[in-house]
């Protein structure tokens, strides 16, 4: 496996998950948004923390959870620790796309597991 088969696996991937978010009304990047919130400890983060996570400035971190706020796919609760930060959770209707998006995305994950696992094993032989 070359790099370059590394990267269209990757970009056929990112492409399916596109198509599968739209299909169940997400925008690619609420998709993800609501994956990291799903994914965190707790199944709970802050903007702070989704921005890092998905490699966003703050503000743009900020109106992204602002949009998917307000069309009720997240949920905003005060912190327990520090009154100055929200903690967002997912809306049922929020952890419903998400799962179902994520389902649809079963054998491209398996698709992409492989890849990887076919590159890791190029680096070692490159490396060895």
């Known amino acids: 496996m070359t790099a370059a088969d590394f990267h269209t696996a990757l970009r056929r991937f990112m492409r399916t998950v596109e198509r599968i978010a739209r299909e169940q009304g ?64 997912l809306s049922a209707e929020g952890e419903a796309r998400l799962l179902r998006v994520f389902a649809a995305l079963t054998v491209e994950r398996r698709t992409l597991a492989e890849t990887f696992s076919h590159a890791s094993a190029l680096q070692a032989a490159f490396d060895g």
């Open 26 to 89: 997400l925008t690619p990047q609420r998709y993800f948004l609501l994956l990291m919130i799903y994914a965190a400890p707790g199944r709970q983060s802050t903007v702070s923390e989704l921005g890092e996570r998905l490699q966003l400035a703050q503000s743009t971190a900020t109106e992204l959870v602002a949009r998917a706020e307000r069309v009720g796919l997240i949920e905003r609760a005060d912190s327990p620790d520090d009154a100055r930060r929200s903690m967002l959770t």
